[in-house]
């Protein structure tokens, strides 16, 4: 893809599987709220949404018992520490290749900075990035296009040379509100219908494909 200097990852669903960490979490945190979970809800559909839209809507809670709930959450999953989340094959190559390649390499994902920061960490991703990009543990800053607007502004990117990878919906309509390219990674926790509606500028069905189409321009035209 000529042009693109920049690259945009999401977390969950795009770099680290934490499907188990993920719903784990959740299934404790209504427990401790004492909320009933909506019959047929299937918690992977919901990750990439925000937890306080995943609270509110999604288990019909109240204010005070989403922030309640969001509280569990977060405490539950600085226990787990990663456990039940795996980095998805490749990845590390993926990143390392294109670091080499003279890309620079940011994080864009609904989780806070801060705990964002802590995966990757934990994870040993951390060292391929220049910066973090996250949602504000408030309300503020929890969508995705305002985080992605947030990195392009924390860290001077121009968009027309930044390019967006994620795994749902949001991740591309994001990257089009902030005139971006993107790429859909269809192994994550969207489905091919979403993805595909979504218009990314590339679809692709393995991690190595992303190294095709950057470093391999013939490729992505």
Same mark, same amino acid.
């Given at each position: ?32 709220? +004492? ?8 918690? @992977? %559909?919901? *990750?990439? &949404?925000?937890? =306080?839209?995943? $609270? ?77 990009? +996250? ?8 969508? @995705? %296009?305002? *985080?992605? &607007?947030?990195? =392009?502004?924390? $860290? ?66």
């Amino acid at each position: 893809m000529n042009g693109i200097r920049n690259v945009l990852f999401d977390l969950d669903g795009t770099l680290v599987d934490s499907s188990l960490t993920i719903s784990t979490c959740i299934d404790y945190a209504l427990d401790q709220v +004492g909320t009933i979970p909506v019959s047929g809800v299937e918690v @992977k %559909a919901l *990750i990439g &949404a925000p937890l =306080l839209d995943i $609270f509110l809507n999604t288990f019909q809670m109240t204010q005070p018992q989403a922030d309640s709930a969001i509280s569990h959450y977060r405490e539950h999953y600085d226990r787990l520490e990663q456990a039940g989340s795996r980095v998805y094959d490749r990845v590390h190559d993926v990143l390392s290749r294109l670091g080499t390649a003279g890309y620079r390499l940011f994080i864009a994902t609904v989780k806070p900075t801060s705990v964002a920061t802590k995966v990757l960490i934990d994870l040993n991703l951390r060292s391929y990035f220049e910066g973090v990009a +996250g949602a504000s543990m408030g309300p503020d800053r929890r969508d @995705k %296009a305002t *985080i992605i &607007a947030h990195a =392009l502004n924390k $860290f001077d990117l121009d968009p027309a040379q930044s390019l967006m990878i994620g795994d749902r919906d949001q991740d591309i309509m994001g990257a089009r509100a902030n005139g971006m390219a993107s790429i859909a990674v269809t192994y994550g926790f969207g489905a091919w219908d979403e993805l595909n509606s979504a218009r990314p500028n590339h679809l692709v069905r393995d991690c190595g494909e992303i190294v095709s189409l950057l470093l391999n321009p013939s490729v992505a035209k």
